[in-house]
């Protein structure tokens, strides 16, 4: 039915939202600096230009000045369109994504990311939650990034400001070295699982802290190469990407890991646990999935172990083994970064939140996108 008392109305909506061209240029206090990296790549803004329902998660002009005061190296990517073009896709949401919709509860946003810089089906992901209430991003490393002003309509979605540049998530080995999860990368390395755990395609890992190294450090030295594999293959989910929301669904729940055997994840007095570890921080995004810390070494001969939620800590799955005090397989591991203390809690509302101490060195890489794409070409 005809109604042309609502034509002014339509045609006044259609009018209000304007080329995001012009939302860039009436905003160039804060955005000058990203308008004009996005005019050294014509294809990006020409997609972005008549993409509909995006969300466009805009780097303020200080968010430039801090990466590039961090990593002076970043200024190399500015000039390589390809790997230019990979970050700014990486500030691209799929779908339209208001601040209302950000949620205590994390939830993994699709991104116009894709190949050779993410082997994660649906394109690359980050991290939306509601902190303190306030509107965040996580990136990489669990770099967080702040909505500083929020719902800048466009004709094609919207625009967010957020005050720091996301970090495109690493490899899970480079993720490892960078978190402080020496142990790990040093174990994939030393039985060449690191090249074939960083090609997987829609990976979970689960990954333990140094101290769960050093736990059963008194049998690190004896281990054979292939038990060294077992163990390590059993902490991995291969062709799916399990993020803290669904791990907690449904609990208890088994996976079959890559070595072949099923663990069991499980929510307990607001804790996660896989077998009887628990996750420490969860949703590291890499690559080709996401990572999980946890606090126990995984034992594929000890599939029924389960946890004492009530425990400060839990006990090693591998029986008859005392703990060392320099983590274990790190010779020769360096991080290829500098890191500082997060200031915000690295989860929101997932079980590993309220209890995870804050793993120093988790966000604000100094590598940053810079060398994680530059890697890639």
């Known amino acids: 039915m005809y109604l042309p008392h609502l034509l002014p109305l339509a045609l006044a909506a259609y009018v209000s939202a304007e080329a995001l061209s012009t939302v860039l240029a009436a905003s160039s206090a804060s955005l000058s600096t990203l308008s004009s990296l996005l005019a050294g790549v014509p294809d990006l803004v020409q997609a972005l230009s008549t993409a509909q329902n995006i969300t466009i998660l805009a780097p303020s002009n200080n968010a430039f000045t801090k990466l590039l005061s961090r990593n002076p190296k970043a200024a190399e990517l500015m000039q390589n369109t390809r790997a230019l073009t990979g970050v700014l896709q990486y500030h691209v949401l799929l779908g339209k994504m208001p601040a209302s919709q950000f949620s205590t509860t994390p939830s993994f946003a699709a991104t116009m990311l894709g190949t050779p810089f993410a082997n994660v089906t649906g394109g690359q992901r980050v991290e939306l939650a509601k902190v303190n209430n306030t509107a965040m991003i996580f990136s990489g490393f669990k770099q967080p990034a702040m909505v500083t002003t929020a719902d800048v309509e466009f004709d094609g979605g919207i625009i967010h400001i957020i005050d720091t540049v996301l970090t495109v998530p690493a490899s899970p080995s480079l993720t490892a070295i960078n978190t402080g999860l020496t142990s790990l990368a040093g174990a994939l390395t030393s039985v060449q699982l690191d090249t074939g755990v960083n090609q997987l395609t829609d990976a979970t890992i689960f990954a333990p802290s140094n101290e769960a190294f050093k736990a059963i450090g008194s049998a690190a030295g004896s281990l054979q190469s292939q038990d060294v594999v077992n163990i390590l293959a059993y902490h991995v989910l291969a062709q799916q990407v399990r993020f803290s929301p669904d791990l907690l669904t449904g609990s208890p729940r088994s996976f079959m890991t890559i070595q072949g055997t099923n663990l069991t994840v499980r929510s307990e007095n607001g804790q996660l646990f896989v077998n009887s570890a628990r996750v ?88 940053g996108a810079a060398a994680v794409l530059m890697a890639s070409l």
């Open 280 to 367: 420490l921080v969860a949703d590291i995004l890499t690559t080709n999935g996401v990572v999980h810390v946890i606090d126990n070494v995984l034992n594929p001969g000890n599939t029924t172990a389960t946890p004492d939620a009530s425990a400060t800590s839990q006990a090693p799955a591998f029986s008859g083994v005392t703990p060392v005090l320099d983590a274990p397989f790190t010779s020769g591991v360096v991080p290829t970064a500098t890191f500082v203390p997060a200031s915000v809690p690295l989860t929101a509302g997932s079980a590993a939140s309220a209890t995870a101490p804050r793993m120093a060195g988790l966000v604000a890489c100094a590598v």
